[in-house]
């Protein structure tokens, strides 16, 4: 079983930082890559950054310049900086695992970033 351990979610003022974690412990499968999703209130869900395993990373220019993917394959860790939040950051923010052995994507359970004004 795989289980993805996601940690940093929270509250914050408009123009705070924050920092998203999310961890596959004991994960022994290759991963192609890691990432973070989010989905807010009545919309659908939508990539934010993903980054594979030789650190090619994609950012949604939503979030371009004020958010940034890293990774660490030994610990089998994906982090997210968020910088200069704004209101509209406000979601539910998912943790995604995609293996090269088998094809499968894996979701974590989500954590709540909320930013007020």
């Known amino acids: 079983q795989v289980t993805l351990v996601e940690s940093g979610g929270g509250l914050v003022q408009a123009g705070g930082s924050l920092r998203l974690s999310c961890a596959a412990p004991?994960?022994?499968?290759?991963?192609?890559?890691m990432g973070w999703y989010r989905q807010a209130p009545g919309k659908q869900r939508e990539v934010v950054a993903t980054?594979?395993?030789?650190?090619?990373?994609f950012v949604a220019d939503s979030v371009k310049d004020r958010f940034t993917i890293s990774r660490d394959n030994a610990k089998n860790t994906v982090n997210l900086e968020m910088s200069s939040l704004k209101p509209e950051d406000t979601a539910v923010y998912y943790c995604?695992?995609?293996?090269?052995?088998?094809?499968?994507?894996?979701w974590g359970q989500g954590t709540q970033v909320t930013v007020s004004s």
């Open positions: 980054i594979t395993r030789i650190g090619l990373t």
């Open positions: 995604y695992l995609h293996t090269s052995t088998d094809g499968r994507g894996f």
């Open positions: 004991g994960m022994s499968d290759f991963i192609a890559f």
